[in-house]
């Protein structure tokens, strides 16, 4: 399965971070290889439930913050933009 949704193009980082359009490209690429092996899911928002199977409550609410002040960063590494 892959999730894809237009908006991840709009995320920016500063000059040389790996996440950036041209990490989708490459990706976007891969994708098109295996198209029909592969389970195209529209993009949603995911519910808390579901975050919190992977992270803590602490975390979740550090982003959720984050995410409201935005453009900040989480860390020297984690740009959080709108």
């Known amino acids: 399965m892959v999730v894809e949704d237009s908006r991840f193009r709009e995320h920016r980082v500063p000059d040389g971070h790996p996440e950036r359009p041209a990490r989708l490209d490459a990706v976007h690429a891969a994708i098109a290889e295996r198209e029909q092996e592969l389970e195209r899911l529209p ?16 975390h979740l ?22």
């Open 43 to 58: 993009a949603r928002p995911a519910a808390p439930e579901e975050i919190l199977r992977v992270h803590s409550r602490a």
């Open 61 to 82: 609410e550090r982003v959720a913050e984050a995410a409201r002040r935005a453009p900040v960063h989480l860390d020297p590494d984690t740009p959080v933009s709108r």
